[in-house]
């Protein structure tokens, strides 16, 4: 069976496939690097408040199933994924859950000043922010629906993210619309343009499917399907659906993404 191949002229599948793998990993960077830094002043035991404070922000986190605190025989703590961690699956596989969620009108802004001899700590913060689907207004200047402010709190308490940063709370935005914010924080633009490219692909697979039985051709659906749709979601700010744009895809995406699935489950049944 020729499977009708997820191919933009700007994505990468190899790449898009090892990203997958790293994912969570590189969500962590930002603490890795931060802590193992311990030639920088912010990193000294006198910037945490105290403590406890130090150990109770870094023992929600390892809650979480994300980091655990492993001894590095220094002053400084080593955080690292943990196993559990390693299993957890990025928000797109449930984005029902982030566009279903009631808005209270109140959106959270990071501000953060880096220093330019701290180009390297301020990719990896940047990235960061992205794993965590913050939209972008300016270079230093993020924003999001969501409360935020727990994870800030931990990170200031754990990490002395405060030395840099500064979270607020707003109702609006630089005087700005919902809509204006939404726009110009993230690029929906792009996203349209490759889950519409995504809702076309998966429409003609599912057309071919009918005519499928071999179990090595469903594996291979299943893999480009798969692949496919991380490029679809990997950069979907997941908003809550009354700030989502009109021609937003994400929905009709994630219906044929199921479906794609779940013709392939019914398929290998039959086999």
């Known amino acids: ?14 790449v898009v496939r090892r990203q997958i793998a790293m994912e969570l990993v590189d969500m962590l960077e930002l603490l890795s690097l931060f802590l193992s830094r ?29 980091i655990a605190e492993q001894a590095s025989g220094g002053k400084v703590p080593r955080l690292v994924l943990t196993e559990p961690g390693k299993r957890v699956l990025p928000a797109y596989f449930n984005p029902e859950r982030y566009w279903n969620k009631k808005w209270d009108g109140r959106w959270y802004l990071l501000i953060y000043d880096v220093p330019e001899l701290e180009r390297a700590y301020r990719d990896v913060l940047r990235r960061f922010l992205k794993r965590e689907r913050l939209g972008c207004l300016q ?4 924003v999001t629906p969501w409360d935020i402010r727990p994870l800030f709190d931990d990170l200031v308490e754990g990490a002395a993210v405060g030395s840099f940063a500064y979270l607020f709370e707003s109702r609006t935005v630089l005087g700005l ?27 003609e697979n599912l057309s071919l ?12 659906l299943m893999r480009m399907a798969a692949n496919a749709f991380h490029v679809a979601f990997v950069e979907d700010p997941l908003l809550p659906r009354e700030l989502l744009p009109r021609d937003y895809r994400g929905m009709e995406a994630f219906s044929l993404h199921r ?10 049944k039959s086999v």
């Open 209 to 220: 499917l009918d005519g499928v039985s071999d179990v090595d051709e469903l594996g291979v």
């Open 177 to 203: 619309p919902s809509r204006r914010v939404v726009d110009d924080a993230w690029n929906f633009d792009r996203l349209y343009e490759i889950q519409d490219f995504y809702c076309q692909v998966m429409r």
């Open 259 to 268: 479906e794609v699935m779940e013709g392939i489950g019914r398929k290998l």
């Open 38 to 66: 311990g030639g920088w002043g912010v990193l000294n035991r006198s910037c945490y408040p105290n403590r406890q404070a130090y150990r109770n922000a870094t023992y929600r986190l390892r809650k979480e199933g994300l």
């Open 1 to 14: 069976m020729k499977w009708i191949e997820f191919h933009h002229p700007d994505i990468s599948l190899p």
């Open 139 to 142: 270079q230093s200047v993020w």
